[in-house]
Protein backbone atom coordinates (compact mmCIF):
# COMPACT_ATOMS: atom_id res chain seq x y z
CA UNK A 1 0.00 0.00 0.00
CA UNK A 2 1.53 3.33 -1.07
CA UNK A 3 2.07 5.75 1.66
CA UNK A 4 0.12 8.28 0.54
CA UNK A 5 -3.04 5.41 1.01
CA UNK A 6 -5.27 5.67 4.06
CA UNK A 7 -7.76 3.31 3.03
CA UNK A 8 -5.92 0.06 2.52
CA UNK A 9 -7.55 -3.14 -0.27
CA UNK A 10 -9.08 -4.57 3.40
CA UNK A 11 -11.00 -2.04 4.07
CA UNK A 12 -12.15 -1.80 0.36
CA UNK A 13 -13.36 -4.98 0.35
CA UNK A 14 -15.13 -4.70 3.01
CA UNK A 15 -17.27 -2.23 1.46
CA UNK A 16 -18.02 -4.90 -1.54
CA UNK A 17 -20.14 -6.78 1.61
CA UNK A 18 -23.27 -5.87 3.25
CA UNK A 19 -22.69 -4.42 6.95
CA UNK A 20 -24.28 -1.61 8.96
CA UNK A 21 -21.83 1.52 8.98
CA UNK A 22 -22.24 3.58 12.60
CA UNK A 23 -21.58 7.51 12.11
CA UNK A 24 -20.73 9.14 15.44
CA UNK A 25 -20.87 12.88 15.78
CA UNK A 26 -20.58 15.29 18.44
CA UNK A 27 -20.95 18.92 18.42
CA UNK A 28 -24.27 20.20 19.99
CA UNK A 29 -24.62 16.72 21.27
CA UNK A 30 -23.24 13.42 21.32
CA UNK A 31 -24.83 11.53 17.94
CA UNK A 32 -25.06 8.03 16.57
CA UNK A 33 -27.06 7.25 13.27
CA UNK A 34 -26.52 3.92 10.93
CA UNK A 35 -25.90 3.66 6.82
CA UNK A 36 -25.11 0.46 5.07
CA UNK A 37 -21.34 -0.60 3.81
CA UNK A 38 -22.93 -0.03 -0.01
CA UNK A 39 -24.17 2.61 0.41
CA UNK A 40 -20.86 4.18 0.49
CA UNK A 41 -18.53 5.49 -2.74
CA UNK A 42 -14.97 5.90 -2.24
CA UNK A 43 -13.45 9.07 -4.68
CA UNK A 44 -10.24 8.78 -6.40
CA UNK A 45 -8.58 10.88 -3.25
CA UNK A 46 -9.96 8.10 -0.77
CA UNK A 47 -13.31 10.71 0.67
CA UNK A 48 -15.98 8.83 1.68
CA UNK A 49 -19.45 10.34 0.01
CA UNK A 50 -22.83 8.58 1.97
CA UNK A 51 -26.26 9.32 0.39
CA UNK A 52 -27.81 11.68 3.62
CA UNK A 53 -31.63 11.67 3.94
CA UNK A 54 -31.93 12.09 7.57
CA UNK A 55 -28.55 12.77 9.11
CA UNK A 56 -30.23 15.95 10.67
CA UNK A 57 -28.67 15.37 14.35
CA UNK A 58 -25.12 14.34 12.71
CA UNK A 59 -25.54 17.35 10.39
CA UNK A 60 -26.08 19.74 13.31
CA UNK A 61 -22.76 18.54 15.29
CA UNK A 62 -21.36 18.85 12.25
CA UNK A 63 -21.85 22.36 11.80
CA UNK A 64 -20.27 23.05 15.17
CA UNK A 65 -17.68 20.38 15.18
CA UNK A 66 -16.75 18.75 11.78
CA UNK A 67 -14.61 15.78 13.36
CA UNK A 68 -16.72 12.01 13.24
CA UNK A 69 -15.82 8.80 13.78
CA UNK A 70 -17.71 5.81 11.96
CA UNK A 71 -17.59 1.77 12.64
CA UNK A 72 -17.82 -0.54 10.17
CA UNK A 73 -17.18 -3.67 9.14
CA UNK A 74 -18.20 -7.55 7.43
CA UNK A 75 -18.15 -10.94 8.42
CA UNK A 76 -17.14 -12.27 5.31
CA UNK A 77 -13.52 -10.22 5.00
CA UNK A 78 -10.80 -12.11 6.81
CA UNK A 79 -9.38 -10.19 9.87
CA UNK A 80 -6.27 -10.43 11.91
CA UNK A 81 -5.07 -14.19 12.23
CA UNK A 82 -7.30 -15.25 9.82
CA UNK A 83 -10.28 -14.74 11.56
CA UNK A 84 -13.39 -14.77 10.19
CA UNK A 85 -14.90 -11.14 10.17
CA UNK A 86 -13.24 -7.71 10.18
CA UNK A 87 -13.64 -3.95 11.23
CA UNK A 88 -12.53 -0.80 11.08
CA UNK A 89 -12.81 2.77 12.78
CA UNK A 90 -12.32 5.49 10.72
CA UNK A 91 -11.62 9.14 11.85
CA UNK A 92 -11.84 11.85 9.69
CA UNK A 93 -13.78 15.30 9.45
CA UNK A 94 -17.18 15.90 7.63
CA UNK A 95 -19.36 18.22 5.29
CA UNK A 96 -22.75 18.14 3.43
CA UNK A 97 -22.94 18.60 -0.59
CA UNK A 98 -25.62 20.19 -2.29
CA UNK A 99 -25.14 20.64 -5.44
CA UNK A 100 -22.45 19.70 -7.81
CA UNK A 101 -20.98 16.32 -9.86
CA UNK A 102 -20.29 14.49 -6.94
CA UNK A 103 -23.96 15.32 -5.24
CA UNK A 104 -25.71 14.73 -9.16
CA UNK A 105 -23.39 11.10 -9.08
CA UNK A 106 -24.73 10.32 -5.87
CA UNK A 107 -28.38 11.49 -6.71
CA UNK A 108 -28.80 9.59 -9.74
CA UNK A 109 -26.89 6.13 -7.82
CA UNK A 110 -29.49 7.01 -4.41
CA UNK A 111 -32.55 8.80 -5.16
CA UNK A 112 -33.82 9.16 -2.17
CA UNK A 113 -30.75 11.62 -0.77
CA UNK A 114 -31.65 15.09 0.19
CA UNK A 115 -27.36 15.76 0.88
CA UNK A 116 -24.25 14.03 0.43
CA UNK A 117 -22.59 12.85 3.82
CA UNK A 118 -18.85 13.36 2.66
CA UNK A 119 -16.12 12.07 4.90
CA UNK A 120 -12.20 13.03 4.36
CA UNK A 121 -10.38 10.23 6.21
CA UNK A 122 -7.69 11.22 8.23
CA UNK A 123 -6.98 7.29 9.19
CA UNK A 124 -8.90 3.86 8.90
CA UNK A 125 -7.79 1.77 11.67
CA UNK A 126 -8.28 -2.50 11.02
CA UNK A 127 -9.76 -3.67 14.68
CA UNK A 128 -10.59 -7.88 13.98
Same mark, same amino acid.
Given at each position: ??? #???L?E??L ?5 ? +?? *?????? +?V? =?HIV #? ?10 ? $????? =?? %?????? @?R? *? /? *? /? #? ?8 ? @??? +???? %? !? ?10 ? %?????? @?????? $??? =? ?5 F?V? *?? !? ?5
Amino acid at each position: MSE #NKKLSEKFLNVLKHE +GV *VTVMSW +GVE =PHIV #NTWNSFIVVTDD $ERLLI =PA %YGFRKT @ERN *V /N *V /N #NKIKLALGSR @EVV +GYKD %Y !QGTGFVVTGTAR %YIRSGD @EFDYMK $EKF =PFLTRVFEVT *VE !QAKQML
